[in-house]
């Protein structure tokens, strides 16, 4: 079975611009979450998509928006980056049916912003 | 709002020593709970998972963690280390109510000494 993929790997991007990160969700699951990773700190909940439709958001202002496709992948996008949205931003798939509750985590994409 | 506290945020160890991640969480109600370890240039991976029954849980690796509900507690143990468990070591916990969002602690570095 395919495990979760990240792309890009890197990205570098200037303040006030929009970002775009791409995640496939692991064979067989229904639903992706987004973390945000910052250094030294243990990854933050963004928000998560089941059925195409937000099901879960954390504390993160609208400028973070997500999508899911059909085929289970999904984007985030950030507008109007600021110097704190640098950080690992990870993807994660799960079943959401499954009790327990188990995610499966994607390598990451790390952003910088300058 | 539920939070995960790590007790420690850099451990080193010389091979063979026996190790102990402290975690408490905070939150009074019905919760999964797990520790997910980040091995050096490698994706998040999950170490071991609680969600009912015995509450000394073992995982991959040799690794076992014990949930005390008294104490909102569920730390990792191993009796000996090798140096191959030098990684990065997250607790985290999702909240019943509030479907499968991971909320983690601040992480663990564990450095091995060979």
């Known amino acids: 079975e395919t495990g979760v993929t990240q792309s890009p790997t890197h990205l570098i991007k200037t303040r006030g611009q929009q970002v775009t990160l791409r995640c496939s969700s692991q064979?067989?699951?229904?639903?992706v979450s987004w973390y945000q990773q910052a250094l030294g700190q243990g990854p933050q909940f963004i928000f998560q998509?089941?059925?195409?439709?937000?099901?879960g958001r954390g504390n993160f202002p609208p400028r973070f928006s997500g999508l899911q496709f059909p085929n289970y992948s999904s984007e985030l996008n950030v507008n109007a980056l600021e110097l704190d949205d640098s950080a690992l931003y990870l993807c994660?798939?799960?079943?959401?049916?499954?009790?327990?509750?188990?995610?499966?985590f994607g390598p990451g994409t790390r952003l910088t912003v300058t | 709002a539920q939070s995960v506290s790590q007790h420690n945020h850099h451990v080193i160890l010389s091979e063979a020593a026996s190790l102990e991640l402290g975690c408490n969480y905070s939150y009074g109600g019905t919760v999964n709970l797990f520790w997910y370890v980040q091995y050096p240039g490698q994706h998040l991976q999950l170490l071991l998972k609680?969600?009912?029954?015995?509450?000394l849980v073992k995982g991959i690796k040799g690794f076992e963690a014990e949930f005390i509900k008294s104490k909102f507690s569920f730390n990792l143990r191993k009796p000996s280390v090798q140096w191959s468990d030098t990684a990065e070591y997250f607790c985290?916990?999702?909240?019943?109510?509030?479907?499968?969002?991971?909320?983690f602690g601040a992480g663990t570095i564990l450095r091995v000494k060979s």
């Open positions: 985290a916990v999702t909240v019943m109510e509030y479907g499968n969002k991971l909320v």
């Open positions: 064979s067989g699951h229904n639903t």
């Open positions: 994660a798939s799960s079943i959401i049916r499954d009790p327990s509750y188990e995610q499966y």
């Open positions: 609680y969600f009912s029954g015995d509450p």
């Open positions: 998509y089941y059925r195409e439709e937000e099901n």
